[in-house]
Antibody, heavy 120, light 106 residues
Framework: QVQLQQSGPGLVKPSQTLSLTCAIA??????????WNWIRQSPSRGLEWLGR?????????DYAVSVKSRITINPDTSKNQFSLQLTSVTPEDTAVYYC??????????WGQGTMVTVSS | DIQMTQSPSSLSASVGDRVTITCRAS??????LCWYQQKPGKAPNLLIY???SLQSGVPSRFSASGSGTDFTLTISSLQPEDFATYYC?????????FGGGTKVEI
């Protein structure tokens, strides 16, 4: 079955870059029918979709307006994984971060979640 | 962005109760709605997609309906493992957006 395994630090200093990786087992990041998403959850913002990368004969990215100037989601076909980079973080970026596969925009497979705290 | 509003935000129920949760979209999303269940410390788990289709492996006591802007999730007979928080999510357009959640408590 398809599984997503997240990795990355749980503590990031303010103004630095948050970096997380999501390794895919049982599917391909180059799938023509899936999207590979990052979603975060905090008490103040609830579940917030951040963006996705997907392959439809070529690579596309799609980002939430709220983070568009700070976010990059990249696929890594050699390792069958995708990553999140969020620059210039503030305490408001403190949240549980999830990677998720979407098919037809429904999140059918999720990673285990990573609690990321932004603090000095 | 499409705003999703759930009600109630929490409810108290007992094992065996019939429970209904509603979700309203700020504009028509046709039947492009999903429901998730989330337990503490875990990722959301997809229950329902396309408004009323049961995800594989989800018990048949879960059902859902709706189209346009108004949707409902029903648990026909609440079981102990159903105490959790439930979220709706529109899959009509990007950005994906979620409701604020409904916590089902004893």
């Amino acid at each position: 079955q398809v599984q997503l395994q997240q990795s990355g630090p749980g503590l990031v200093k303010p103004s630095q870059t948050l970096s997380l990786t999501c390794a895919i087992a049982g599917d391909s990041v180059s799938s023509n029918s899936a999207g590979w998403n990052w979603i975060r959850q905090s008490p103040s913002r609830g579940l917030e979709w951040l963006g996705r990368t997907y392959y439809r004969s070529k690579w596309y990215n799609d980002y939430a307006v709220s983070v568009k100037s700070r976010i990059t989601i990249n696929p890594d076909t050699s390792k069958n994984q995708f990553s999140l980079q969020l620059t210039s973080v503030t305490p408001e970026d403190t949240a549980v971060y999830y990677c998720a596969r979407t098919t037809y925009r429904r999140g059918d497979i999720w990673g285990q979640g990573t609690m990321v705290t932004v603090s000095s | 962005d499409i705003q999703m509003t759930q009600s109630p935000s929490s409810l108290s129920a007992s094992v065996g109760d019939r429970v209904t949760i509603t979700c309203r979209a700020s504009q028509s999303i046709t039947s492009s709605l999903c429901w998730y269940q989330q337990k503490p410390g875990k990722a959301p788990n997809l229950l329902i997609y396309a408004s009323s289709s049961l995800q594989s492996g989800v018990p048949s006591r879960f059902s859902a309906s709706g189209s346009g802007t108004d949707f409902t999730l029903t648990i026909s007979s609440l079981q102990p493992e159903d105490f959790a928080t439930y979220y709706c999510q529109q899959s009509y357009s990007s950005p994906l957006t979620f409701g604020g959640g409904t916590k089902v408590e004893i």
